[in-house]
């Protein structure tokens, strides 16, 4: 009896919270600020967003008091996230995995086993809400903090629903599901072609955008969405924006990514995908890891900012420097590069874009990565990870991370880009001459403020560089420094600084 009224208390609690978090209904308007470039995007897993791993080996073992994370337990970070600057979660797939043919002891959150429903992993047991009810629980504390949720639609189907629903998948001339690319845990969806649409894949995902809509969602990012074709997702993508004229869609694509996932599949190129309504994509930002030239840094930023305006429809980029698919920026080339990424998101007019346990530096190493298991939950007993990835396959650890002077850096460089992003949004990329060719520079110049942004490319060695400002008169302007370690020497208009390795410098001139 006592156990039912404590029960009972606490679901007239939650519910109270719940009630008093839509007293003031929340207006979606991501899609206006994604354009806009007001975005701040974190990337979480909810399934290890506040999970608790008391005895350190990377992973959680309920049957030892470990907990994982839920979108209950979720809840208590939305305070931390939106101190960081932090205005939109992207949260990663929330659909039940695949136990078949698995990745890892969980699953893969890109297995989808089914589009209508939610993962059981996500669900905490000790609350008498439904899981539907927790989701809907956790989107609504997010929008009471003025925090967007945009949420991963998976590109393929698990094994499981494979033997469940054949009709939905591409097989080859055996009859057995096709595998894109090295996937192994996934098949291949079919979506039909350019002039007919498969009406079984698309009822699918038509079922999952009616599914986020219904929770409160702001926003879908398509994951691998080159694989689909325009016309699949223009129907899709006009049926949400009847309902909410406001719901984002976020392409996963890159003007660099020419190839399909398999040789059965489309391949939409990324402004095909935009002209299909599409807001925004992925700007091929995650070579930076790859430039050591101020020459190879240019090409591409100017060509990505030049491209997104080519649209008769207004579209941006997100600032996609690093994701989950790229190895921690720590493990790269050091926290300088961190920095880096930050500044450049800051400094830019993209969407910046993040992933949890990047502010403090997480290197997504997992103690018992890649090893036997204690348990598992799929036909799979290794514990698989990524090396410096953040873990999609697994119950693991909470991102974390030790490194304050990163997350120092995010907090300013997000509140510095609120003050800018008039002048980043009304006026031209324009790079600078350095006389390093491993250092890069360029300003954003309106009639009241500069914003000039330099950057040395070479992370194990400082570079000494001469950075020429035209119509920059010392005497009349002032050179306000935003984030630099030692302040340059100014001759004849002229910045002359000796950088450390892989640094970034930031100034604004008034």
């Given at each position: 009896?006592?156990?039912?009224?404590?029960?009972?208390?606490?679901?007239?609690?939650?519910?109270?919270?719940?009630?008093?978090?839509s007293?003031?209904?929340?207006?979606?308007?991501?899609?206006?600020?994604?354009?806009?470039?007001?975005?701040?995007?974190?990337?979480?897993?909810?399934?290890?967003?506040?999970?608790?791993?008391?005895?350190?080996?990377?992973?959680?073992?309920?049957?030892?008091?470990e907990?994982?994370?839920?979108?209950?337990?979720?809840?208590?970070?939305?305070?931390?996230?939106?101190?960081?600057?932090?205005?939109?979660?992207?949260?990663?797939?929330?659909?039940?995995?695949?136990?078949?043919?698995?990745?890892?002891?969980?699953?893969?959150?890109?297995?989808?086993?089914?589009?209508?429903?939610?993962?059981?992993?996500?669900?905490?047991?000790?609350?008498?809400?439904?899981?539907?009810?927790?989701?809907?629980?956790?989107?609504?504390?997010?929008?009471?903090?003025?925090?967007?949720?945009?949420?991963?639609?998976?590109?393929?189907?698990?094994?499981?629903?494979?033997?469940?629903?054949?009709?939905?998948?591409?097989?080859s001339?055996?009859?057995?599901?096709?595998?894109?690319?090295?996937?192994?845990?996934?098949?291949?969806?079919?979506v039909?072609?350019?002039?007919k649409?498969?009406?079984?894949?698309?009822?699918?995902?038509?079922?999952?955008?009616?599914?986020?809509?219904?929770?409160?969602?702001?926003?879908?990012?398509?994951?691998?969405?080159?694989?689909?074709t325009?016309?699949?997702?223009?129907e899709?993508?006009?049926y949400?924006?009847?309902?909410?004229?406001?719901?984002m869609?976020?392409?996963?694509?890159?003007?660099?990514?020419?190839?399909?996932?398999?040789?059965?599949?489309?391949?939409?190129?990324?402004?095909?995908?935009?002209?299909?309504?599409?807001?925004?994509?992925?700007?091929?930002?995650?070579?930076?890891?790859?430039?050591?030239?101020?020459?190879?840094?240019?090409?591409?930023?100017?060509?990505?900012?030049?491209?997104?305006k080519?649209?008769?429809?207004?579209?941006?980029?997100?600032?996609?420097?690093?994701?989950?698919d790229?190895?921690?920026?720590?493990?790269?080339?050091?926290?300088?590069?961190?920095?880096?990424?930050?500044?450049?998101?800051?400094?830019?007019?993209?969407?910046?874009?993040?992933?949890?346990?990047?502010?403090?530096?997480?290197?997504?190493?997992?103690?018992?990565?890649?090893?036997?298991?204690?348990?598992?939950?799929?036909?799979?007993?290794?514990?698989?990870?990524?090396?410096?990835?953040?873990?999609?396959?697994?119950?693991s650890?909470?991102?974390?991370?030790?490194?304050?002077?990163?997350k120092?850096?995010?907090?300013?460089?997000?509140?510095?880009?609120?003050?800018?992003?008039?002048?980043?949004?009304?006026?031209?990329?324009?790079?600078?001459?350095?006389?390093?060719?491993?250092?890069?520079?360029?300003?954003?110049?309106?009639?009241?403020?500069?914003?000039?942004?330099?950057?040395?490319?070479?992370?194990?060695?400082?570079?000494?560089?001469?950075?020429?400002?035209?119509?920059?008169?010392?005497?009349?302007?002032?050179?306000?420094?935003?984030k630099?370690?030692?302040?340059?020497?100014?001759?004849?208009?002229?910045?002359?600084?000796?950088?450390?390795?892989?640094?970034?410098?930031?100034?604004?001139i008034?």
């Open positions: 009896m006592l156990k039912k009224i404590i029960l009972s208390i606490i679901f007239l609690s939650t519910i109270s919270s719940y009630a008093f978090a007293e003031s209904p929340w207006h979606n308007n991501l899609r206006s600020d994604f354009l806009n470039n007001k975005s701040v995007i974190l990337e979480i897993n909810i399934r290890s967003f506040n999970s608790q791993d008391t005895n350190g080996d990377g992973f959680i073992q309920e049957e030892s008091g907990k994982r994370g839920t979108f209950l337990n979720a809840i208590e970070r939305l305070d931390e996230i939106k101190n960081l600057g932090i205005n939109t979660l992207h949260i990663l797939p929330i659909t039940p995995t695949g136990k078949l043919k698995a990745l890892g002891t969980a699953g893969s959150l890109y297995s989808a086993a089914a589009f209508d429903s939610l993962n059981e992993d996500l669900f905490d047991k000790s609350s008498p809400l439904t899981l539907e009810q927790q989701a809907k629980l956790f989107i609504d504390e997010a929008h009471k903090r003025g925090i967007s949720v945009i949420v991963d639609v998976p590109a393929c189907g698990s094994y499981d629903l494979f033997l469940e629903r054949p009709d939905l998948f591409v097989t001339t055996s009859s057995e599901p096709v595998v894109p690319s090295d996937w192994t845990d996934v098949r291949l969806l079919s039909g072609t350019e002039e649409i498969d009406l079984n894949t698309y009822s699918l995902y038509k079922d999952f955008v009616k599914y986020m809509l219904k929770l409160g969602v702001d926003g879908i990012r398509a994951d691998v969405a080159h694989s689909k325009a016309i699949f997702w223009k899709l993508i006009e949400s924006r009847e309902k909410d004229p406001e719901f869609w976020l392409a996963e694509s890159s003007e660099s990514w020419h190839d399909p996932i398999s040789p059965l599949a489309p391949f939409t190129s990324y402004d095909k995908l935009l002209d299909a309504g599409f807001d925004g994509y992925y700007g091929s930002f995650f070579n930076l890891k790859n430039w050591t030239s101020a020459k190879d840094f240019h090409k591409q930023i100017s060509a990505t900012l030049t491209d997104v080519k649209f008769k429809e207004p579209k941006s980029v997100i600032g996609a420097f690093t994701t989950h790229e190895v921690s920026p720590i493990l790269l080339k050091g926290p300088a590069f961190s920095e880096m990424i930050i500044w450049l998101n800051s400094t830019l007019p993209v969407n910046s874009y993040y992933v949890d346990g990047f502010q403090t530096g997480d290197d997504y190493y997992y103690k018992k990565g890649n090893s036997l298991a204690q348990k598992t939950y799929t036909d799979d007993e290794i514990y698989f990870t990524h090396k410096g990835q953040l873990d999609i396959f697994n119950l650890r909470k991102p974390g991370g030790t490194n304050k002077e990163i120092n850096n995010l907090i300013l460089g997000n509140n510095i880009k609120s003050g800018i992003l008039q002048t980043l949004n009304s006026t031209n990329y324009t790079p600078l001459k350095t006389t390093n060719p491993k250092v890069f520079a360029y300003s954003f110049n309106s009639d009241t403020k500069r914003i000039i942004t330099v950057g040395n490319l070479d992370f194990e060695n400082s570079q000494k560089v001469c950075v020429k400002i035209q119509k920059f008169n010392p005497k009349k302007q002032k050179l306000l420094p935003i630099i370690s030692t302040m340059p020497d100014i001759k004849r208009g002229k910045l002359h600084l000796n950088m450390n390795a892989g640094e970034i410098v930031v100034f604004i008034n």
